[in-house]
């Protein structure tokens, strides 16, 4: 039977007082949106 992975990533300190004020309060910039975007429209066209 496998094992489960083990992800081992723990933010401490300063990065995860940053983590969780991304996640309350994300950016979203222009060039965000335009990748959503082109990756929107390669799904469409790729799809089945």
């Known amino acids: 039977m ?3 992975i ?3 990533l723990v933010l401490e ?3 995860a007082k940053e ?3 991304n996640e309350k309060n994300p950016v979203v910039s222009r060039e965000l ?3 959503f ?6 799904y469409e066209k790729n799809r089945f």
Not at 37 to 42: A, L, N, P, Q
């Open 2 to 4: 496998a094992k489960p």
């Open 6 to 8: 083990e992800l081992g």
């Open 13 to 15: 300190g300063e990065d």
């Open 19 to 21: 983590f969780f004020r």
């Open 33 to 35: 949106v335009g990748l």
């Open 37 to 42: 975007k082109r990756g929107k429209r390669i």
